[in-house]
């Protein structure tokens, strides 16, 4: 074997047998279900001038960077899990996604940061999104300035990091599930709802790393 076929891509290896390529994304899309459900009808509730209330005030006060965020991150979402399938990797659909995927996902990095910052929340509660927001535009222009020195496997590195704190809503859900099953039904906190948040990035960032490492191509050994 030549070191030029060793050091191929991942993608170009043939997919593995027993595992469906629509797998990955599926389970993706159905992860990010609650978010997008969730947006569509805050969205909705939006539309149909509600009364106002202390859960809706800042939303209804201050409502486009909610609106963007909505379809911003449901556009990256469900057209980003798209992306990880190796067949569409390899047309050109994956490049005019990827045109489509990089201002959605940053529209959603930056109004959500917006809304950390000028809706009402705990001081705790803005760092973290703060921080979420800015790893998740930072991700995502990294791997658009690798794409463009032609650096595809850096760039899907990139890429599915970014991916994988935009999903963190969707798993988000499950941490505060498992803490509604330890606790007992009892109501979180303040700063217990916001490390749940976080557990549901770093999750999401082991997995990225694990998926990354196992689809790294991998040296001969002389």
Same mark, same amino acid.
């Given at each position: 074997? /030549? ?47 509600? $009364?106002? /209330? ?5 939303? $209804? ?14 556009? &990256? ?41 000028? &809706? ?50 969707? /798993? ?5 599930? $498992? ?7 009892? /109501? ?32 001969? $050994?002389?």
């Amino acid at each position: 074997m /030549t070191e030029q076929q060793t050091l191929a891509p991942a993608s170009a290896a043939p997919a593995r047998r027993g595992r469906p390529e629509w797998l990955i994304p599926a389970g993706l899309i159905v992860l990010s279900l609650v978010p997008v459900i969730a947006g569509g009808f805050r969205i909705a509730e939006l539309a149909s001038g509600p $009364v106002v /209330t202390e859960a809706n005030a800042r939303f $209804v006060h201050s409502p486009i960077p909610v609106i963007a965020h909505v379809i911003g991150a449901t556009t &990256y979402l469900l057209l980003g899990a798209l992306q990880f399938m190796p067949s569409l990797r390899r047309v050109r659909w994956h490049r005019i996604a990827g045109r489509i995927l990089v201002p959605a996902g940053l529209i959603a990095a930056f109004s959500g940061m917006w809304m950390g910052v000028f &809706y009402t929340r705990p001081v705790f509660d803005m760092v973290v999104r703060l921080v979420a927001g800015t790893l998740m535009a930072t991700f995502i222009l990294l791997g658009l300035r690798a794409v463009l020195r032609r650096d595809i496997a850096t760039h899907r590195r990139w890429m599915i990091r970014g991916y994988a704190v935009g999903i963190g809503a969707g /798993t988000q859900v499950f941490t505060a599930l $498992v803490f509604l099953l330890v606790s007992g039904g009892a /109501t979180a906190d303040a700063n217990t709802t916001v490390l749940l948040l976080i557990a549901g990035w770093v999750i999401n960032l082991c997995v990225a790393e694990v998926a990354i490492r196992r689809s790294a191509p991998r040296r001969s $050994v002389r």
